[in-house]
């Protein structure tokens, strides 16, 4: 036997394994290449597997960041394969970071599950900085800014007043009343309900059952780690894999078009449409460059956003309010103060009343909506305290963790609607706990959110 045909011999039943072996050190010769790149290092934070990173918590990954914030600092770091994660939990850095850097932080990560393919890369929320985010973020903004909506009073005040008589009639289904509520609101602002010929009148309606459909389907699969295909693309390519997500943006799109279809029926018929957020982008679609898709999923998905959040807004305010008794007292004095007994509080009062937006704000801090916050990825390399974020790294502002930095908001777990009060009785403007998110990329409806939640809190006492 030939020296070659030996050698042959012996290695050809041991390739699978020495190949097995080239590969993984290959990737570990890449990531440590990619971890140590920089002269700064990366903030500290818990240790992951070597290859895969670090394992996010299925459910209440917020909490979990928490616990990790008081181990390892105001910003931590985590790795998800190749991707550098930063999560910031206190309120300094957040500002510093979230806010003064705002310019590198307005793009998203890339969501292949939840963004691109259930939600068609149409839904803002998800959408990476360029043209499309452009052209959604300037219709909303000029249908959502102050004084459009202080002209929503009228809506908000008819809703709020039929929340109160349900809840009066049954206070035992007082969240079933704030979902029902919330609904109408946002089918008035976004896409009328009203534009089906019928104005729904429970929560079991099949219209507002669908889009809630829609809306659980959203927040499971907006769950970090959820689809292992965002951390590895190459998944996408499996046949089947994504086809759960495939048939949700199917079910997502037609609910959304035969919304907006039903309103462009009744306009093109002269017949008279409620004035609403679905009719303006109709009305404008030439002039804000939107084609059909982009126009439906921007009213169907901000209606959904919108009822689901501000729903859930009102019936925290109802459970602070139960468990607190005292902070309900003062709210009630200043309404009796300043208001009285002749008329309701209305949402231009909100100036006059700090008790009461200042339990509002309170609210939104011991239990955000949004918890967890959404991600944002950095286009330039951002250095805080000697500490790199690196370019196209994720960065997670952790509201949760924000709202609990004992130096800014202490006793955190206690709800303290004083926190927000300065000595002279006013709220204070030197303190945010960022509910609606931070940067470029705040929530375009928390005018039109806080309006509906402090005139609600505002009825309910």
Not at 428 to 452: E, L, N, Q
């Amino acid at each position: 036997m030939s020296l070659a045909e030996s050698y042959l011999h012996y290695v050809q039943p041991h390739l699978q394994t020495i190949s097995a072996v080239l590969l993984c050190w290959t990737m570990l010769l890449y990531i440590h290449h990619r971890l140590n790149r920089q002269k700064l290092p990366l903030p500290p934070g818990p240790p992951g597997n070597v290859f895969f990173g670090n394992t996010f918590p299925k459910a209440y990954a917020y909490r979990k960041f928490e616990e990790w914030t008081q181990e390892y600092g105001p910003i931590f770091s985590l790795r998800q394969g190749f991707t550098t994660v930063i999560v910031i939990g206190r309120l300094q850095a957040a500002i510093d970071i979230m806010e003064k850097e705002g310019a590198s932080l307005v793009d998203r990560p890339r969501s292949i599950a939840a963004g691109e393919t259930l939600s068609g890369g149409m839904r803002v929320l998800l959408t990476p900085a360029g043209e499309r985010f452009k052209k959604m973020r300037r219709a909303l903004h000029a249908h959502l800014q102050p004084k459009i909506v202080a002209g929503y009073a009228p809506t908000l005040m008819k809703n709020a007043r039929q929340h109160i008589l349900d809840i009066i009639a049954s206070p035992d289904k007082h969240q079933e009343h704030a979902k029902r509520h919330a609904f109408h609101y946002s089918s008035d602002f976004a896409s009328p309900m009203c534009s089906y010929g019928k104005t729904p009148q429970s929560y079991d309606d099949p219209d507002v059952v669908a889009v809630n459909r829609c809306l659980t389907r959203l927040g499971n699969n907006l769950r970090p780690g959820m689809w292992k295909v965002d951390t590895y693309p190459f998944l996408r390519y499996i046949p089947g894999y994504l086809k759960e997500l495939q048939d949700g943006h199917a079910e997502e799109l037609n609910l959304f078009k035969k919304q907006l279809r039903d309103v462009k029926i009744k306009m093109d018929k002269g017949e008279e449409v409620p004035q609403s957020f679905g009719k303006y982008l109709l009305e404008r679609r030439n002039e804000l460059e939107l084609n059909e898709d982009e126009t439906a999923y921007l009213a169907g998905s901000m209606f959904g956003a919108g009822s689901d959040t501000t729903a859930s807004g009102i019936s925290i305010a109802i459970m602070a309010a139960a468990c607190y008794p005292e902070t309900q007292r003062k709210v009630q004095e200043e309404l009796d103060a300043v208001i009285g007994s002749e008329r309701a509080p209305i949402p231009s009062d909100a100036d006059s009343l700090p008790q009461t937006m200042a339990f509002v704000l309170e609210t939104f801090r011991w239990r955000p909506v949004t918890a967890g916050g959404a991600p944002h990825k950095t286009t330039k390399d951002i250095i805080w305290q000697n500490y790199l974020i690196p370019k196209g790294a994720t960065v997670i502002g952790n509201v949760w963790a924000v709202g609990r930095d004992p130096e800014y908001f202490p006793n955190p777990e206690k709800f303290d609607p004083q926190r927000w009060i300065n000595k002279d009785g006013k709220l204070r403007d030197d303190i945010k706990s960022y509910p609606f998110g931070f940067g470029r990329r705040v929530c375009p409806g928390s005018h039109m959110a806080t309006s509906s939640i402090f005139l609600n809190t505002a009825l309910v006492f």
